[in-house]
């Protein structure tokens, strides 16, 4: 069979009775490729007795196994330096996770997969309003952070200005905020996070964001943009603010219209999938479960069944935009960041929409979790606040507005503005580090 790779245009050209057929059509070429040039999928398939040759459709998708990032970690760790996952292609490019866990994970790319994904970023900007006209500020961590890069050539290929500034290591808060200013900058690229943080900065140091920035959209990417933070985010800079769902091993599947309801799957280049956690079935649109992805178009690392641990829904039913894409809900958190605390389940996220609701707290917080002497858990939400004094209705306040939301207590405490934040240095991250589990030392 004659594997022609798929080549993903900026342009959406299916219509939404076009996507079963263009995924069918696709899916034997992509197994049967993964079977040919891939030893980290001949291997599990073999395992389980699959003849990849019955694989003709998307229906029979799910008589392969499902694999996790633990799977990958496993891999590299029999294979050095790169794994087996990478397969047999001639690579040009190398992305690794940020390594918020251990090492970073390396995700090799071939020159069409690098082409396909920088494509994707094209779309997702040109939907976020982003246009030959506008200057485009990326202001996210320049190394092993795939989407500093894949944006940047996403904004290029729409005929913007792009403008690397990188995140806060290389270049200063304060001197990015001059750039943007002095440069005209009209859309800036960062994590949810910092957009906060440079406001903060910002006003700190006497600017006026509406009136001293021209900044009309945010796009953000790396960690789950929270409700409550993106109204945040556009209430101070005056802007849209945009989430983007993507990771190194899958490249750029969702992004958001300008309707901000949920994300569009990129539904010509990957196939989604909700199943339960536990049982691994799938579980039908609007019902919430881990989301498992299959790439049609990547040529190095393919994922094939991938449950990389995000909790969402499939919203199925259609968008004002027209766009013939499903939506991915917002994401509810990751399976690894879950807390159990006393036998209830809690999503970080969930806190953070709580603070966000006070907009005289700072950006940042940390949850720390520990037992207390009799073995019960222990949830506290350190926040930071402009003046220390008279704090204790706020407290029972932002007390109450966590417990309505999570449905358990916390106990809040308050710190000095720039205690937290310097301490998780939020200007160089790519992931949120918000909480903090003692429980996990015992
Ligand atoms: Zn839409």
Redesign the pocket.
Known sequence: MELAPLQIEPAIRLSASEIPQHQDRLIQSVVMRAWEKVDFYRQRWSEHQIDPESIRSVTDLKKLPIFRKQDIEADLAAHPPFGSLQGNFHCVRLQGSSGSTGKPKPILHTRLDWENITNLWARRLSMQGVTAADRVQVAFNFALFIPSFTSLEGAMKLGALAIPTGSGAVTPSLRQLELARDWGVTVMGTTGGYALHLAAIAQEHGYDLKRDFNIRVMYHTGEPLVEETRRRIEELWGCKSYNNYGSVETGAPAWE?V?QNGM?LNEDAYIFEIVDPVTLEPVPDGQEGALVMTSLFKEAAPIIRYMIGDIAAIWSEP???G?SFRRLSPIRGRIDDMLKIRGTVVYPTAIEAALRTFPMLAPEFRIVVDRTHDGADYLEVQAEVQDLAETSPLVNLIAHAIKQKIGCTAVVTLHAIGSLSGHENVAARTKNRYVVDKRKKL
Request: net charge neutral; with cysteine; glycine share 0%.
């Open positions: 219209c309707h569009h968008c004002a935009c766009c």
